[in-house]
Structure formats: structure tokens, C-alpha cells
């Protein structure tokens, strides 16, 4: 994945393959500890470094912007989806003139290489020049991160360019040298998992090729029992939400509270939540298929590489799919938390879906289906943005240019989710009351525009929509 830039500038002063290079030298750590574990004179890295400010430096100006680094690390080969090239500019931009000059970078790469030689030779404790899998192990225990033999070996491969097994300083230096944050274990860690892991959007982070990965299943049996625990805790918010979302007059939570505990109690408010848990595992898995083919489409082999925007028309395409598959078991979920009963018996999923096929036909099951479809590209549009903004504001001013942690990153998603569940919360309404509508019910909607209409009758005193149009409702 690196540039020849990156490594030695010359070819006389390689060390031989599968060599560590142990460093006996006393005293604290100074650049000619890197130069003794490099192999290297002060002549033979200066001439590295100018090199690779060559190799970013294409227009031959003297310094370097966002633009040129930007461009560096893709000619580096390094996938945008952890390229860190806005942070790299900020490190390195000693007087914050928005660009990089020469004297600026090497002395980012003096601090850098210094830094990374401390944090290598801490992890090598039979300080032999070079680490071993174990050691590597080891440290990352003690961090409070443990992995299993699958994903150690994926760690020691991604830095092992030679493939012996082991890892040089010159590997460790080439693996994490634009990396511009602390080289604390922990943030090694993250940058490694943020290397081999993609992003599909609502914070479902999964690692690359796993539709290929042995252990493919325990991903997404994990997820499926987070959601199912999660949608449990949350059951009687939701159902209060979906009535409050079906009233056509104004809605009031208190009344809406009550109404829902005469009707059953306690157990009211968690009506409709078994079939709530039931379509997480298949909504999961659908989405993440989806989501891998698509890649393969759009990146044209190299899913990899799809950028930004890729990823969020992929998430949102696969989003879709999976909407669509799941979305009979949400409507007749919807029917059931909406079902009216004054002595908390409600009808059985296989009655209520009965009914709905024999009295209002197949197409019933999707109503509300082009609503809840149109909501899902903007939605993921808005939580991708605002949390990536959002962590990088938090590494900036909060972090000190650290990664932030799993507190960090669930304050930042759950901002980002709410504020885009709220921009697309009116579809989410008008899905919601099409959803609601039944065959004879008081209220008939013929379409998204009638529920609008409707809203506006409402606010003016009207009453409700036509109860003759019940037919195109999707």
C-alpha cells in the first residue's frame, strides 16, 4: 500500500530480507535510534524526505495544500474511506497558513518517526528489532483490546510487507507514518480496524469482505440481538410515536399515554414488538448482501474505493432493498399497534393478515411504501455528513487530535441520527397514517397528497379525506 516514496530513497543500504535490527545504542531516544533501526544516514533520510515532498509536491510550488495531499494519499493507493488528508494538512501547517512547506513536513516527520519508534520499542520487549505476533498481542491486551488468532494475523499481514511473519520498524514506520494522530496502542488499534473495516451507514461498521468471511454469521447474529434488545427498550416509545402520529387532530401525549394503558396496561405498550424484533435479522441481512453487491457494481471491482458518495448511494440503494422485502411485517405491525380495543384483545398476526389480504387485497401490504423509500436517501445523506462532522469538530477540540472513543463516537451518532430522523420525519407520518388506513375505516387517504391536504383541512377545521378513494394508496 505504500509509495516507494515512503521507504528508502537508495538501494545499496537495504538490510537483507526477514533481518530485525536490533538498537543497542544507551541513552533516550533520539533520531539516531530511528536512523540505526532504519539502516540509514542522516544524508540517505533527508534524501527520503525530500522525496516524498516531491511525490506530493506535483506541481513542483514549494509546499503543499489539501488538494495535493489529497491526491498524495490516493496515489498512495490509500482507500478515501480513512485517508486523513484534512488532518495531516492541520499537523503538519505549523504557522496555519492553510499549506505545508518543506521545513514544515520534515519536521513533522522528525517528531512522527520519533514517536513511532518509542511506541515500537515498547511493544517489542525482547527488544530484538522487530515485533513478534505475540508481543503485538501482548500490548493490545494490555490496552483492554483483545483479538482472536483470525484477527491478529490480519493486524500482522496489513503491516508485514514482506510477509515473514514479523514486523521491522521500517514496516511499523511505513504503516502508520501519515498517520497524524497520537500512536497511542489504542489509536494504532482504531487506525488498523478503520484500514480494514467499511462503514454502511447507520453505524453498522463491518469488516471488508466479510460476505466472504468465515465467521460472516456471528456478525450478523450480533447485530440481530443488539437490535432486538435495543427495539425491545425502546418498544413503548414507539408505539406511543405511532399514536400520536395516526391522530388527525392535535395530539397530546399525556391523553395518548393513557388511552394506551386502558387498553392493556403495561403490556399495551409493547404491543406489535415481537414482530418489531422478528424482521431485524432478515432486514439485516438483506441490507448488508445488498450492500456488498453494489459495491462490486459501483467501484468496478475495487469495493474498496467507492468513496463517500458511493457509499451513500450503495447504503441508501441497499436500504431500499431491504425496506421493501421487510415492509408487509411493518404495516401489519403498524395495524397491530394501532388496533382499537377497549378490552385489550387484539386479533392474532395470522388473523389481522388475513383480513388485510381477503378485504383490501396484496397491494394493501405496501401502502405507505414510496414515502418511507423517498426518506431513506436523505436521511443517510444528513447522518453521514453531520456525524463525520461532528467527529472531526470532537477530535479538533476536544480530543486533541486523538480518535475518539466509543462514548465520542455515540454522542456523535445519536445527534447526527436524530437530527436526520428529523428532517424526514413528515414522510415518516405520512407513511405511517397510509400504513394505518383500512378497508371501511373512518378515514381513507388516497395518497400522499390527501394526507397533506388532509393536515391542512385539519388545521383549518376540516375533517378528514375521501372515503370512496381507497385504491392507489402506495
Known sequence: MASPAIGHSTDHHQRPANCCNPVKKPGPV???HVLAALGETKEERESRIRSLFSFFDTSNAGYLDSVQIEVGLSALQIPSDYKYAK??????????DGRVDYQEFRRYMDDKELE????????????????????????????GIELDDDELASFVERVDKDNNGIITFEEWRDFLLLYPHEATIENIYQYWERVSLVDIGEQAVIPAGISKHVHASKYLIAGGVAGAASRTATAPLDRLKVALQVQTTKASIGPAVKNIWKEGGILSFFRGNGLNVVKVAPESAIKFYTYEMLKNI????????IGTSGRLLAGGMAG?????AIYPM?????????????????PSLGKLSKDIWVHEG???FYKGIVPSLLGIIPYAGIDLAVYETLKEMSKTYILADSEPGPLAQLGCGTVSGALGATCVYPLQVVRTRMQAHWHGGATAYNGMTDILSDDDDDDDGGGGGDDDN???EN
Open 116 to 143: 513511532l519508534y518509542r511506541i515500537f520499542q515498547a511493544i517489542d520487549v525482547e527488544h530484538n528489532g522487530c515485533i513478534l505476533p505475540e508481543e503485538l498481542y501482548d500490548a493490545l491486551f494490555k490496552a
Open 330 to 346: 411493518d404495516l401489519v405491525k403498524t395495524r397491530l399497534q394501532t388496533y382499537v380495543c377497549e378490552s385489550g384483545k387484539v
Open 298 to 305: 459501483i467501484g468496478g471491482g475495487d469495493k474498496d474505493d
Open 320 to 324: 431500499a432493498v431491504a425496506q421493501t
Open 362 to 364: 396484496p397491494r394493501a
Open 30 to 32: 533520539s533520531m539516531d
Open 470 to 472: 381507497d385504491d392507489d
Open 87 to 96: 488532518e495531516l494538512l492541520r499537523v503538519c501547517d505549523a504557522n496555519r
